[in-house]
């Protein structure tokens, strides 16, 4: 089975859609011949040509419009953000027209579309290229949101995604993209949305997280084991819909429950995911409902220091594991 990075995943996975269906075109700013500013598009332009791989303006709302109407109209648009910060012109595309069409229309239309954006820091990007604004949509009835850093699950996702008859945003770690490698089949298949996976088992405390913070998490995890401390590490991997079932199965098996994610704490998915445990789950608790996120400023800076003070590392997480553990 052949190992690939996480952009090399996002990559062959349109391209292998993109060949069997031509329904299926990509749309975003320099996504055609330059292959996108983080290569993620690479090569489509070349094999499917200019009227398939389309280089829009610099304008999301527009993108986002010309999708809706596309999807009307028989196709399956992959829209890619060229970063998840520059996402707000389109904020009310999405969410007020996309997500919303079904209820609109009495269920006579829908929108098949796919809204991918790069999210998340440690590339040095500062102020508009390192924003997490995942949870912002997963608030929204009408939309279904993924976020993962698997390579493996990110092919199974985007292609369950691509024919979701309903709007999907895919937000990828962009500093995922190079850093992250697994086993990826070259044949098709597909994962549902809304279904968690245990990433790793254990009895000791739950992590829950999505992203590049699974990666970490699990990092964290191997170390706290020389010490009889195991982590079972749930990835949530589609954070609208829920996959409440496996959450509440982790901390009912562990007893305790730590949440981390790189966006803000306060408005963070991780709220929801506390609320929902304190709800259905409270007698199993052994301690606290504890959250380990990003602070609440209002960026994360270009200076090498105060990105490291904004990102949570493995270290943070491990430090984090054995404070909850000692209850």
Same mark, same amino acid.
């Given at each position: 089975?052949?190992t @690939?990075l996480?952009?090399? *995943?996002?990559?062959? &996975?349109?391209?292998?859609?993109m060949?069997?269906?031509d329904?299926i075109?990509l749309?975003g700013e320099? %996504?055609? @011949?330059?292959g996108?500013?983080l290569?993620?598009?690479d090569?489509l332009w070349? $094999?499917?040509g200019?009227? /398939? %791989?389309i280089?829009t303006?610099?304008?999301?709302?527009s993108i986002v419009?010309a999708?809706?109407?596309?999807?009307? #109209?028989?196709?399956?648009p992959?829209?890619e953000?060229?970063?998840?910060d520059f996402?707000?012109?389109?904020? #009310?595309?999405?969410?007020?027209?996309?997500a919303?069409?079904?209820y609109?229309? #009495? #269920?006579d239309?829908n929108?098949?579309?796919?809204?991918?954006?790069p999210y998340?820091g440690?590339?040095h990007g500062a102020?508009?290229?390192?924003q997490?604004?995942e949870?912002?949509?997963a608030?929204?009835?009408?939309?279904k949101?993924?976020? &993962?850093?698997?390579?493996?699950?990110?092919?199974?996702?985007?292609?369950?995604?691509?024919? $979701?008859p309903?709007p999907v945003?895919?937000f990828e770690?962009k @500093?995922?993209y190079r850093?992250i490698?697994e $086993?990826?089949?070259?044949e +098709?298949?597909d994962?549902?949305l809304g279904?968690?996976?245990?990433?790793?088992?254990?009895?000791?405390?739950?992590?829950?997280?999505?992203g590049i913070?699974?990666?970490?998490?699990l !990092?964290?995890?191997e170390k706290l084991? *020389?010490? $009889?401390?195991?982590v079972?590490?749930l990835d949530l991997? !589609?954070? /609208?819909p829920?996959?409440? +079932?496996?959450?509440? *199965? &982790?901390?009912?098996? !562990?007893g305790?429950?730590?949440i981390?994610?790189?966006?803000?704490?306060?408005?963070g998915i991780?709220? +929801?995911i506390a609320?929902?445990?304190?709800?259905h789950?409270?007698s199993y608790?052994?301690?606290?409902v504890?959250?380990l996120c990003?602070?609440?400023?209002?960026?994360m800076?270009f200076n090498?220091?105060?990105e490291?003070e904004?990102l949570?590392?493995p270290?943070?997480?491990? *430090?984090a594991?054995?404070?909850?553990?000692a209850?």
């Amino acid at each position: 089975m052949p190992t @690939k990075l996480l952009i090399e *995943a996002v990559r062959e &996975t349109m391209h292998q859609l993109m060949a069997k269906d031509d329904r299926i075109i990509l749309m975003g700013e320099d %996504v055609g @011949k330059l292959g996108g500013v983080l290569r993620t598009t690479d090569g489509l332009w070349k $094999d499917f040509g200019d009227k /398939r %791989v389309i280089d829009t303006p610099l304008a999301e709302s527009s993108i986002v419009g010309a999708a809706i109407g596309a999807s009307f #109209n028989g196709l399956l648009p992959i829209v890619e953000i060229q970063f998840s910060d520059f996402i707000m012109p389109a904020f #009310n595309e999405i969410v007020s027209e996309a997500a919303r069409i079904r209820y609109r229309s #009495n #269920n006579d239309w829908n929108c098949p579309i796919v809204i991918r954006a790069p999210y998340g820091g440690g590339i040095h990007g500062a102020l508009y290229h390192s924003q997490s604004p995942e949870a912002f949509f997963a608030h929204v009835p009408g939309l279904k949101v993924v976020a &993962t850093a698997s390579p493996k699950d990110l092919k199974g996702l985007l292609r369950t995604a691509v024919y $979701d008859p309903d709007p999907v945003m895919v937000f990828e770690h962009k @500093k995922a993209y190079r850093l992250i490698k697994e $086993d990826v089949p070259d044949e +098709e298949y597909d994962i549902p949305l809304g279904k968690a996976e245990v990433k790793r088992e254990g009895d000791s405390l739950s992590i829950i997280t999505y992203g590049i913070m699974t990666y970490h998490a699990l !990092t964290a995890a191997e170390k706290l084991a *020389a010490d $009889d401390i195991n982590v079972e590490v749930l990835d949530l991997r !589609t954070l /609208r819909p829920l996959d409440t +079932e496996a959450i509440y *199965a &982790t901390v009912q098996k !562990t007893g305790k429950v730590l949440i981390v994610h790189e966006d803000n704490l306060t408005g963070g998915i991780g709220g +929801e995911i506390a609320a929902l445990v304190a709800q259905h789950c409270f007698s199993y608790l052994d301690g606290p409902v504890v959250r380990l996120c990003g602070p609440d400023v209002p960026a994360m800076g270009f200076n090498h220091v105060f990105e490291g003070e904004f990102l949570i590392s493995p270290e943070r997480i491990e *430090a984090a594991v054995r404070k909850l553990a000692a209850y």
